[in-house]
């Protein structure tokens, strides 16, 4: 049916995500990181 399509779907995208949204999380902490370090060292 579909829902069935509709979830499989809703699956493969996930499925391809996690990459791209991990990479692109890590830079923004360790930006986010290294301005703080900076800002509480200065």
Do not use: I, K
Not at 12 to 25: H, I, N
Not at 36 to 42: F, L, N, Q, T, V
């Amino acid at each position: 049916g579909r829902p069935a399509v509709a979830l499989g779907a809703a699956l493969f995208c996930v499925a391809g995500v996690p990459a791209t949204v991990l990479r692109a999380t890590g830079v923004v902490v360790a930006a986010a990181l290294v301005a703080y370090d900076g800002g509480e060292r200065a």
